[in-house]
Each structure stands twice: as structure tokens, then as C-alpha cells.
């Protein structure tokens, strides 16, 4: 009967092994088409959705878009801003680091929020405190009770070869990694036994007591302060955490944040003078459109011609479109950082409408309110010249990205110096030291607590222990992979040294250009307007000037105030652009990057403020 109980239980679990831990073959996808007939699809792709919690918020805007026209664009329906204003609003409002082309819905993983310097302090695998945490002290308790009971070959143990016992084992202990890589040891162990042994010195029971002291220091691969803060208690080669390493992490990630908070400044001024150039163009476009309104009425008498009623009636309908175009705007890309150069090259796609809600979503503004974002501010227009070798030296010492590269060459650095420790030997020097109490309690006459601080038994050890592999095959890798990570890295900050020279030259040539351009879009424009009163002069003279003329003059007059418009932001995000190749953006801009004193610890929160002048 027990045997066949004993085949049907092995049976069982051979099936469950078949059976149970069989993986299903998942089902693939069929995709038809409209003239597919009505065949019914194997598997369906179902809609999933996570369960709402107090960590999902739900943003929800009232206002719907409101239509807007030349006529309703009143001063009751504009909120005038200064750049300085959308820089406050949008630092102070945003802890997520927003982008003109919304990439926090395309690819949020790769967005840098003002928490990401946080969450790499406390990253509990690589940060900081973890490597603090391997020079903890730890605690270690436990008691364990054991019942024996069972029959040997040796009638001199327990009676006749039966042995009882009843054991409980007790220890307590602390140990303590040093930063010389050394492991200090204490602990107290208490040993309760009671047994049926007939040759017992103590019937029935007997207390054993030991406090024990160890120390384990490393003399060659893991020893001394400058390893083990690189690479950390028990590094192998690959594997390095040591304080030293966290933080530079730390520092990198530090200057990853800086350099996010640098591109959203430059896109809020992008965006900024983007909303200033489209209010310049409708208004220009408006104003040429009114010119010709007007020569179409003056048409009207029964002398002209069908065919220049005609002509001017196109240019009138043209010029119309064109402020409704101007008004509303595309949904297309404008000025963006690195679009040409680091900080933005100014692409006047104009649109009031879309200009003005780009601006709002980087600010964190509602994007419909009823209102209409206005600058104040305007372009500068005043000459500034820059020194080429004070420029470019600060160009290569505040520039984000040659600081950050900086600190990987530095983390590169640390990583051999503690991957050729690994070339070395383990050679570890142990000492231990014991002393013992023994007797029939644990407390009180012949107890083991008495034995034990009486001094009666003591016991020490010292020694070494040796172990190196053959050939350091894992050692030697890990130090060539370190030289040729530190090779590529200094080659990487050469060119980006060579980039910078590029990028801060194109910087300084653009803005001597973009001047140099203003003034003779500003000479042009007075031309024109010069032109065009002379041509009203000679109506209100009673002679006639040809209308292909006048209609020309009109299409250049707006050409002329576009031009100059755009000259003008030109010159200005030039401006802005040399602060974005040599670094100084943010105090350029007003702004500092300050730690947050809150709840949290105020090393490892972090945000931007802006600060009025």
C-alpha cells in the first residue's frame, strides 16, 4: 500500500512539472482591412486602464478657445507681460522643465524636472547615501533553540548512545566597516545546554559565555582611505559605488539640471519675442491692408478703369487672408533652441494666436483664459561689442557642457586609480581576541557570567589569509577599459572645446550682422514711408501717380516693416545667444538657482527662482 501510494504522489508531481509550469504561447495580432469579410478576430486588443489614486491628477481648463479678430483685440482683452515676468511665472510655477515641442507628452522619460537632483542624492542603489551606508555599524541578534534527540554508535556519549539535549544559542554583535577598508567586530554569545551526558562536570544543565573582538584589515587590494571612498567596501572591478564616485554623479546631475534650466529660459524668451513679432506683423499687416483699403475706395469714381478696380481689389483680399493668417497662425515649429545655434535662430512664422499659447503652456499660464498675452518689452537696439579672448575664457570655464564633461573625466580618473588597486594581492591581517566564562548558571555561585569577567579563560588568534588570482585576467581588463574610457573622454572635452570656439564665433559675427542688418532696415523703412507720402503728395497735388506704382509702394512699405521687425529680434536673441555660448545665460537673465530649505533635506532639493532686477 505504501509503495503504491509512494507511485501515485511521484506521478502527480511529474504532471504539475508538464502542466503547471507550461508557458501559454501568446496569440498574435490579426489587422484587417475594410474589405476584409466579417470574420471574427482571435484576439482583440482591449483597452487597459490603471486604477485612479490620489497620485494621478486630473487637469481640466473651462475656457474654450475664443475667437479673436482684429476688431476684438481691445486693451480690456490683453494681459500685458515683461519677459522678466514670464521668467518668474515660469520658473516659480514649473517643476518640470517645459519645451517648446511639448516633450513631456511625446517621451516623458526624457524630461529633467527641479526633483531630479533629489532623486539622484537618494537613489538607494548609486547615490550618495547608499555609498555612505557601507560604513554603517551594524546590529546582528539572534537566539536559536535546539531539541536533539537520537541514537549513535558510541555508548560513551549520552547514556548508552542515547543523547538528549536541549541548546539555546544567543548572540548579540555589532560590526563597523573603517574607511581603511578594516572590519571591527564585537559580539557576546551565551550558550544554555542541557544534555543527558553521564560524563558532565554540571548535572543536568551548563551556561557558556564569550565576548569575542575581531578586526580583518586588508593590506594590499582593498586597503587605505583613498580606495575605499572611490570604490567602496567590497567593490569588484565594474562594480565601483565608493562616496567619492556618488558624488560626482551627484555633480553631474547637478549640471544636467543647470543646463535643462538654461534651455528653458531660452525657450520662454524664444517664445517671448516670437509673440512680439507676431503683434508687429499683424499690425503691420494691418496697417498695409488699411492703405489699400483706402486706394480701393479711391477708385470708386466712374473714370477708372474695371480692370486697376480689379488690381486693387486683389491686393486689398491678399493682404486680408494675410491678417487672418497673421491673427490666427499655424501650428508650426518657431524659434527653439538648437535650431542653428545652442540658445535658438530667430523664425519668425508669426500667428498671434499660436505664438501666445506656446507662450503660455512654457510659463505654465492657462492656455485659455479669455485673454491675450501682450509683451511689453522690446527689442534692444543699442550697440554692444564683445571682447573675442575675455568672451572665449569664459566661454570654456562657465559653459554647462564642457563642466559637466569635466566632471567625467574626473569620474574616468577616479574609476583606474581604483581599478589598479585591483592589480594587487588580497592579502587581509586577522586578529581576534576571546574570553570565556564557563559554570552551572548563568548568574549568581560557579556561574559562567562570574567565569567570564574573572578572566579564568582567554584565547586570542592572529594571522594572515592570501589570495590572488592567476594572471589578474579581470584586473588588468578593468584597468585598460578605465585608460581607454579616460582617453575618450579627454578627446570628447577637446571638441567641445573646438565647438565652443565655433558656436561662440558664429554667436559674436551673428550679432555684429544682425546690427549691422538693423540699420539698414531702419534706413530702408524710412525710405519707403518717405516714398509713399511723397506719392500722397502728389495726389493731393491733382496729379495722379500710376496705380501699379502705388501698389508696389504699398507691398514694399510691408515687406519694409516685416524686415525691420525681424531685424530687431534678430539683434536681440544674438545678444542672448552670446550669453548662451559663453555660459552666462541665467545671470544674464536674473536668474539663480538656489537649495530649497523645506521638509526635505536642503542638499538634495533643488529649484530655479527668478529674480527682478
Known sequence: MLKLLTTLGLSASICTCFVGCQFQRARGFRFHSARTTSTVA?????????TPSCNMPYYLEEASPTDFDERTITPDRLR????????????????????LGVTVVRSPQSI???????????????????????????????????????????????????????????????????????????????????????????????????????????????????????????????????????????????????????????????????????????????AVRDIAEETLASLANADTSIGKRAQAQEQVDRLQSEVIDSLNGRAIDGTRTNNGSTGGTFRGTGGVRVSERKLRSLIGLPINDGLLVSPTDTPSVAKVVFDWHSSIQQALTCREELRRQRWVIKQRELELIANRNFLKPQLDMVSQYRMRGFGRNLYGSASATDSLFGNEFQEWQ???????????????????????????ESEILREQERGIHLGLSNAINEANRAYENLMLQEKRLQSIVTQLNAIDAKESAGEKAELDVRLETHRRLLDARLRYHQAEVEYTLSLRNINVEKGTLLKYCNVWLNEALGHMDPAVQYFAQARSQ
Not at 43 to 50: H, K
Open 42 to 50: 482571435t484576439t482583440q486588443l482591449t483597452q487597459a486602464d490603471a
Open 80 to 99: 500685458h507681460m515683461s519677459l522678466q515676468e514670464c521668467l518668474s511665472h515660469g520658473l516659480g510655477s514649473s517643476r518640470i522643465m517645459r519645451d
Open 112 to 286: 529633467i524636472s527641479n526633483l531630479d537632483p533629489a532623486i539622484a542624492f537618494t537613489d538607494p542603489r548609486i547615490g550618495e547615501q547608499a555609498a555612505l551606508s557601507a560604513f554603517d555599524a551594524n546590529l546582528v541578534a539572534s537566539t536559536f533553540y535546539d531539541s536533539n534527540d537520537r541514537r549513535l554508535n558510541n555508548e560513551f556519549i549520552g547514556r548508552n548512545g542515547f543523547f538528549e539535549q536541549d541548546l539555546n544559542t544567543t548572540q548579540i554583535g555589532i560590526s563597523k566597516r573603517a574607511a581603511t577598508g578594516g572590519l571591527f567586530t564585537i559580539r557576546d554569545v551565551t550558550i544554555y545546554d542541557r544534555n543527558n551526558q553521564t560524563s558532565n562536570t554540571f548535572l543536568p544543565l551548563s551556561w557558556e559565555s564569550y565576548i569575542e573582538a575581531q578586526v580583518r584589515q586588508p593590506l594590499l587590494q582593498g586597503a587605505g582611505v583613498q580606495f575605499n571612498t572611490i570604490a567602496g567596501p567590497g567593490a569588484t572591478p565594474g562594480q565601483l559605488n565608493g562616496v567619492l564616485l556618488a558624488r560626482v554623479r551627484t555633480d553631474t546631475n547637478l549640471i544636467d539640471f543647470e543646463k535643462s534650466v538654461r534651455d528653458y529660459v531660452a525657450e520662454i524668451e524664444n517664445a517671448y519675442w516670437d509673440l512680439y513679432y507676431a503683434y508687429r506683423d499683424l499690425e503691420a499687416r494691418i
Open 462 to 488: 592572529l594571522g594572515v589569509e592570501y589570495q590572488a588570482p592567476v594572471g589578474f585576467r579581470r584586473a588588468h581588463a578593468a584597468v585598460r577599459n578605465s585608460e581607454l574610457l579616460l582617453v575618450r
